[in-house]
């Protein structure tokens, strides 16, 4: 029964290779969200999606592309991985984008850059 | 980018009431006041959010005081697990209210 389900938990992979996160949440919320925590544990928005549209996109560089291909569903693509995408990554959703919405969290994926 | 001040952190014998403290002194009027906490290894954890009034739910109950510029979150019988990083986090128009800002929170320590 778990609300926001990330796949892979974790995942190890080369310098300069491409890979795909998935995001999926049973709560029949409107809105998903990818964070970014980095190493020093700041966590920070990367993209908000509300009924499959791009809402929110702070600055990210190119290589990372979300994709929401239902309400249910955000995945977040991310080409030619450098060392410094070593992060956990969360997904969130939300009933609607209104500020009195929680967000609720998924438990991470752990990306490490070798 | 956070408009919060929290201690870095706090210890709390378990079975005792927690009272972590939330400085939000330049919060306007349509913006809520949330907390979060994250274990360690896990998502953040939504615990509770409020405007203006008081609230209390399963998990704890939130303190606003009536100038809206600081708050208090109370865990009334602390437990081991609930050691954690408090998050407190003021979401609204003005900080973009799709989205939460973290600061650095408030590392509590809950002690046998």
């Known amino acids: 029964d778990t609300a926001v389900s990330q796949t892979p938990k974790y995942l190890v992979t080369q310098m300069g290779n491409d890979k795909s996160i998935k995001c999926e949440q049973n709560l029949g919320h409107d809105t998903m969200y990818w964070y970014k925590q980095d190493s020093k544990k700041f966590l920070k928005i990367m993209f908000s999606y509300n009924n499959k549209e791009l809402i929110i996109n702070e600055t990210v560089p190119n290589r990372f592309s979300p994709k929401s291909p239902d309400k249910a569903h955000l995945n977040l693509h991310i080409n030619s991985l450098e060392l410094g995408d070593s992060a956990v990554y969360f997904c969130a959703s939300s009933l609607g984008q209104g500020a009195q919405q929680p967000q609720h969290f998924g438990d991470g994926t752990r990306l490490s850059i070798l | 980018d956070a408009k919060t001040t929290q201690p870095p952190s706090m210890d709390c014998a378990e079975g005792r009431a927690a009272n972590l403290p939330c400085n939000h002194s330049?919060?306007?009027?349509?913006?809520?006041v949330y907390w979060y906490r994250q274990i360690h290894s896990q998502g953040p954890q939504y615990i509770i959010h409020?405007?203006?009034n008081n609230e209390t739910n399963e998990m704890a109950s939130l303190i606003i005081t009536e100038d809206r510029k600081s708050s208090t979150l109370i865990l009334p019988h602390a437990t081991l697990r609930d050691t954690a990083v408090y998050y407190c986090?003021?979401?609204?128009?003005?900080?973009?209210?799709?989205?939460?800002?973290f600061g650095t929170g408030t590392r509590l320590l809950v002690s046998p």
């Open positions: 986090i003021v979401r609204g128009k003005n900080t973009g209210f799709q989205k939460l800002v």
């Open positions: 409020g405007l203006k």
């Open positions: 330049t919060i306007s009027g349509n913006e809520y």
